[in-house]
């Protein structure tokens, strides 16, 4: 649980910050998304290097 505001929490006493829901979610977004593009972006690599083996390979 966060203990310091950040401007996304909300202030639940004694100086404890609670994350609230909408940015609990959206951070989750951001999280996926972040994680889709990575994959998408090893896939990309990954049919580069084919192509470029498959370019170079005597025929």
């Given at each position: 649980m966060p203990s310091e505001k950040d401007g996304k929490d909300k202030h639940i006493?004694?100086?404890?910050?609670?994350?609230?829901?909408?940015y609990t979610h959206l951070d989750s977004i951001i999280s996926n998304q972040d994680q889709e593009y990575?994959?998408?972006?090893?896939?990309?690599?990954?049919?580069i290097k084919i192509e470029n083996l498959l370019s170079t390979t005597p025929e």
């Open positions: 006493g004694n100086g404890v910050y609670k994350r609230t829901w909408l990575t994959r998408q972006l090893r896939t990309a690599q990954q049919i």
